[in-house]
């Protein structure tokens, strides 16, 4: 790269690394004087009397608490073994049934496919189509997506949808790849479709990890995949925003590959989940090793069912093979090849993603620090650089983004599940009608009634609107292609002389002995009854929970307690944010550095820096615009109304739509890819000639009673419908060029100057 552009790098990381060091000691000093006044301002005068009574029924308190504190902790433990010995199964909120078992395919992984039971009351809708929901493989097990009746999962069911779900087991299957696992996963999608053939294709739905399996799946078989979901998947990994994501640090300060394979040699070819989840523990030590156990303890009468549920899922590690974590940290984590076109599942054979053909969802959060918006949402600027790139190449991508929740938040948190997941349920029987583009999603709530009721709002955007979400430009991305060509180096060195040393000494059984006592696992079945202090001490909470002693939560001690607690918080906190501060920093010295040795390193295009010429499929759908019928015609005219009422499209407005016109118009007795093929011929041709698009209805109407019944279609939304002034204004044009015809059966309609069937596009200059 250019040693200005990394200069640039270096001033603002310096810059920032300045303002994030005041902002830590100002963040916690702040959160100290909070505190220290909340602690001076508790309470009120006591008399000594007052004062003992209070100090005896805190004490009292306290004791009782701390029975149940750890009586909760040894129940964890117990669920933790009782889940072990019962070999780790989905943990589902939900029945479920074997379909298809992946461990006795030709090529066999540990992946199984299970159709979700509907609950009593759930009916499912024949005519709706079958959703599969792919959870994340990333250290737990499955079951984030159907962990609570508030859910994917129960949302799909309630909408009449049948649910499948695609499960794993804890131990890889001997040689399994991950090339194996995409290749199941297809043949899932496939005998779901084949289960439900009078459905359209499927819904893929992916969670986290598993978003970036679904889209793998559907650059594999595009032609079986429906609409897919990604829900916080990591697809771009090196991007980010400086101060925000330091997650993306890692594979740097690891020096790249390396550690995974070396994890793996010690677990005897084997890889631990628990790594993973360690990594995830690691971004916010505060919660990890204090606020979630002090939650616990300050809430400890309602508190112990949902910290006891979440931990059963948080605390089930399942294993990877070598091969498959080897491929996914070079070609994900540190390489960043999949949205390159580098990613490779089989020699000379790569996961293509522009082959996937299916509209697709994009939810991530702001407060997303595991997978954040821009590791969301930019492989999209980087398959199409621009706008007319993606609209060229037939794509619909809508990008629903929440203000603050976080990762888990996205899968597990009841609210995001009845608002967000349900409505992008409710979206999925429209977003095969809409044009190519990309779409930002917004939810509207209206309170007015009994029942809280939402509408969905999609605005049309440019990807060169993606640069919003970096803070700055996509520079401070070059230094992790050095991170790429090092854990290379790193990686053959360790391939050379480390790895044939540890296979050779390092067997299955001590990689088991080494698991059994990581330290994610020793806290476990060390707090169970295996502990028999903790055993003894059952009864004694037992008796606790059943004479509970009220403390005063006004009072002065209980004002000691938050302060201490804050501070703890608080400390651990600044921690945090020096920590982060720090690696940040390091980080773009040390990989900067090296950027700026290799002139040839840059950051990926710009719009502006781009020259594209269009694809055949243009030209091709030009060279076809007097070519089609009746539902052509009404979708060209459609489009053109749309585009000039501006770029929103309401959600309720569609569904009326669809109801007033929808049947009569054809599109919905077709199936979903044939339909789809006619919405992006005709966007093509609305997107590059409007005026002739018009002129030439004529010919796609050849009829006066087709140009009567569209015409007639057109003026009943009009008179049911409001419908801005502009879009208003297509039908009197179609009107228009409808009677001229009507008038001259048989003459070709003139076109506008200039205009004409066989016109070839210029090449996209976007500035």
């Given at each position: 790269m250019h040693p200005l552009d990394m200069m640039k790098v270096y001033g603002r990381v310096a810059e920032i690394y300045r303002l994030r060091i005041g902002e830590a000691v100002s963040a916690y000093g702040a959160a100290m004087r909070e505190a220290a006044s909340a602690f001076a301002s508790a309470g009120r005068p006591q008399t000594p009397a007052e004062a003992w009574r209070d100090s005896v029924s805190y004490a009292f308190d306290a004791a009782q608490r701390s029975l149940i504190f750890w009586d909760t902790m040894r129940q964890r433990g117990n669920n933790w073994i009782e889940h072990e010995k019962a070999g780790k199964p989905p943990l589902l909120a939900f029945?479920?049934?074997?379909?298809?078992?992946?461990?006795?395919?030709?090529?066999?992984?540990?992946?199984?496919?299970?159709?979700?039971?509907?609950?009593?009351g759930v009916t499912l809708d024949p005519e709706q189509r079958a959703f599969l929901i792919i959870d994340p493989r990333a250290g737990h097990g499955p079951g984030i997506g159907g962990f609570k009746k508030d859910s994917e999962v129960g949302f799909a069911l309630k909408a009449g949808h049948a649910v499948y779900m695609v499960i794993f087991f804890p131990e890889p299957m001997p040689g399994q790849t991950l090339a194996d696992v995409s290749l199941a996963e297809s043949e899932f999608v496939r005998i779901v479709r084949d289960r439900h053939p009078t459905r359209e294709r499927p819904v893929v739905m992916g969670n986290c990890q598993g978003g970036w399996a679904a889209m793998l799946v559907a650059a594999l078989d595009p032609d079986n995949v429906g609409p897919i979901v990604v829900n916080g998947a990591p697809m771009s990994y090196w991007a980010g925003n400086d101060a925000e994501n330091p997650m993306r640090y890692a594979g740097g300060v690891l020096g790249g590959a390396w550690t995974a394979s070396l994890a793996s040699d010690l677990g005897g070819g084997v890889f631990d989940g628990a790594y993973l989840v360690d990594n995830f523990e690691y971004l916010n030590p505060a919660n990890t090793y204090f606020t979630k156990y002090y939650s616990l303890y300050s809430k400890i009468d309602s508190e112990p069912p949902r910290f006891l549920e979440f931990e059963r899922w948080w605390g089930g590690y399942f294993l990877m093979n070598r091969e498959e974590i080897k491929w996914i940290v070079e070609n994900l984590f540190v390489g960043n090849r999949l949205a390159a076109g580098k990613a490779e599942w089989a020699p000379g054979k790569t996961f293509d993603l522009k082959a996937v053909r299916s509209p697709i969802i994009v939810f991530a959060s702001l407060g997303d620090n595991i997978t954040p918006p821009q590791q969301a949402i930019n492989w999209v600027a980087d398959l199409y650089p621009t706008t007319q790139a993606l609209k060229d190449a037939g794509q619909v991508i809508v990008g629903l983004m929440h203000e603050s929740v976080g990762h888990l938040g996205i899968f597990v948190s009841g609210a995001i599940a009845r608002r967000e997941h349900a409505q992008i349920v409710d979206l999925l029987d429209y977003v095969e009608a809409l044009p190519p583009g990309l779409y930002g999603m917004t939810i509207e709530e209206d309170r007015s009634g009994p029942e809280v009721k939402y509408d969905v709002t999609l605005t049309e955007r440019r990807v060169e609107d993606l640069a919003v979400l970096q803070k700055y430009d996509r520079n401070d991305e070059i230094p992790f292609e050095v991170v790429a060509n090092v854990s290379q180096t790193n990686s053959r060195v360790y391939e050379t002389f480390v790895h044939p040393a540890l296979a050779a000494v390092v067997t299955p059984e001590m990689g088991r002995l080494v698991r059994a006592v990581h330290p994610l696992r020793a806290v476990r079945w060390g707090l169970s009854d295996l502990n028999p202090w903790l055993k003894a001490m059952a009864p004694l909470a037992e008796f606790a929970r059943g004479q509970r002693t009220p403390r005063d939560e006004t009072g002065v001690h209980v004002a000691g307690e938050h302060f201490a607690a804050t501070a703890i918080t608080a400390g651990l906190d600044l921690y945090r944010r020096l920590r982060d501060a720090t690696v940040e920093t390091e980080f773009f010295r040390l990989y900067g550095t090296f950027a700026m040795l290799d002139p040839d390193l840059t950051a990926p295009a710009t719009a502006a820096a781009l020259v594209e010429q269009p694809p055949a499929e243009v030209a091709a759908a030009l060279a076809a615009i007097r070519e089609g019928g009746f539902t052509d015609a009404g979708v060209r005219v459609a489009l053109i109304g749309f585009k000039r009422g501006g770029n929103e499209r309401r959600l309720s407005t569609l569904k009326q739509i669809r109801e007033l016109v929808g049947y009569e118009l054809g599109l919905l007795a077709m199936p979903s890819d044939?339909?789809?093929?006619?919405?992006?011929?005709?966007?093509?041709?609305?997107?590059?000639?409007?005026?002739?698009?018009?002129?030439?209805?004529?010919?796609?109407?050849?009829t006066p009673q087709e140009r009567s019944r569209l015409l007639a279609l057109l003026d009943r939304l009009l008179s049911n419908m409001d419908i801005a002034p502009e879009a208003a204004s297509v039908v009197e044009e179609v009107r228009r060029v409808?009677?001229?015809?009507?008038?001259?059966?048989g003459v070709a309609p003139a076109l506008p100057q200039g205009a004409g069937a066989q016109v070839v596009p210029f090449p996209l200059s976007v500035a």
């Open positions: 029945d479920y049934e074997m379909v298809a078992d992946a461990r006795t395919f030709a090529r066999p992984c540990n992946y199984a496919l299970v159709r979700i039971l509907p609950p009593d044939v339909a789809q093929a006619i919405i992006r011929r005709q966007s093509i041709i609305v997107d590059r000639n409007e005026a002739e698009a018009i002129a030439t209805l004529p010919a796609l109407l050849k409808l009677a001229a015809a009507d008038a001259a059966p």
